[in-house]
């Protein structure tokens, strides 16, 4: 099995749970990574709320407009 596209990491941690090492930062990274995210995400919705709305809008303005020429 090979992967299609290769991985680039920004950062490579070494981490041990049983020697506390770096568990703190690589749970706040996971968090801030998260956090990040979750924008993203709540950026794309808004995104596609207001194209619904855009083209709901301007659905009902051309019905508008075509009753006012009958």
Known sequence: MLPQTLIKFREIYKVSTEHRVNTETMKQ???????????????EIRRERERDFKALRDTVRKEQAGRKLV
Do not use: A, K
């Open 29 to 43: 990274r996971l968090r801030l990574l998260l956090d990040l995210f979750n924008e993203q995400q709540q950026g």
